[in-house]
């Protein structure tokens, strides 16, 4: 099932939102979402990409904000079980606290820091803590069936701009050993992208990749795959993403960092997965990976005095 938003592309998001949707509060929207009327998913979804902002509103505001009625508010929060906007506002502020604790202290750690260094183990502290929430949110069975995905495409076209085009060309080129895998975003930004992209068909995916900041060509370009009849594979970082509500084909890969606008880290660790359970799926992998390894050599640099590795 695709669902198409209306999305503000402008939007930023802090540090604090990727965890928060995390909260039983953000996951009974996003369940919620697909069968709600067009009137409670305009409010549910301002809910999903500014929590923060929702928090602050009143419900006449947020009935003004999302162009709907402040009776329609209170019909979307009793669909979910609360008593009307303000038990809805209640969870919401409740599960702000709760996300912004542990980011408040890794922040005031990073502050007390002398000479505003930042330590290393804070940082590591912090990518621990990402790969954490990815391996929790990117669940086994939405990981098995992105990699039944990749497998059996006929071509799969990687997407990515800003720091993504890295992670998406990373992708393409671990892919192509195993399926026909291209990057998109290379030279050429957005226009020869676009070009590279023309071609693309139902039996192909395209596997889009997407970190705060989000790139409004990066959705653009998605949403013409979709209508293309492409199978949309997407890698972002919370619900929030203008990606994730593009395809019921979601890889959540969480970006929170104390300094930096988004973290590649568990990004880059879940293109490492990808590649790895297609390889395996390949019955012609190993051998194709065994032959790669030994046509490289030469270019490898290896001690004078040690034997090259022997083909066994």
Not at 88 to 102: H, R
Not at 116 to 135: G, H, I, P, Y
Not at 160 to 187: H, K, R
Request: include cysteine.
């Amino acid at each position: 099932m695709i669902i198409f938003i209306k999305l503000n592309y402008e939007n930023k998001y802090s540090m604090v939102e990727p965890t928060l949707h995390h909260s039983p509060l953000m996951q009974t929207l996003q369940q919620a979402l697909p069968s709600l009327s067009p009137a409670l998913r305009k409010v549910a979804d301002f809910l999903l990409r500014h929590p923060l902002l929702a928090a602050t509103h009143s419900i006449e505001e947020l009935a003004q904000a999302t162009g709907v009625s402040a009776a329609a508010v209170n019909r979307l929060a009793n669909s979910l079980g609360y008593q009307g906007f303000g038990g809805l506002k209640a969870e919401l502020i409740a599960a702000l606290q709760e996300a912004v604790s542990p980011v408040s202290k890794l922040r005031q750690q990073i502050g007390m820091q002398a000479d505003d260094r930042v330590s290393l183990s804070s940082l590591l502290s912090a990518t621990a803590s990402n790969l954490a929430f990815t391996a929790d949110r990117s669940g086994a069975l939405q990981f098995e069936l992105a990699v039944a995905l990749l497998a059996s495409a006929r071509r799969v076209f990687c997407l990515g701009f800003g720091n993504s085009a890295y992670l998406a060309g990373l992708a393409a080129a671990n892919l192509a050993p195993f399926c026909d895998a291209q990057a998109v975003s290379l030279e050429g930004g957005n226009e020869n992208a676009a070009y590279r992209l023309a071609t693309i068909r139902p039996e192909d995916v395209l596997l889009a990749i997407s970190l705060p900041r989000y790139s409004r060509d990066t959705v653009q370009l998605a949403r013409f795959a979709v209508d293309r009849g492409a199978t949309l594979l997407v890698i972002t970082d919370s619900p929030a993403s203008p990606l994730a509500a593009l395809s019921s084909h979601v890889l959540y890969a969480i970006a929170d960092h104390p300094v930096l606008a988004a973290s590649g880290t568990a990004a880059l660790a879940l293109i490492e997965s990808l590649v790895s359970a297609v390889m395996v799926q390949n019955k012609e992998a190993v051998r194709l990976s065994a032959e790669l390894s030994e046509s490289m050599l030469q270019y490898l640099y290896w001690n004078d005095s040690a034997q090259p590795p022997k083909r066994g």
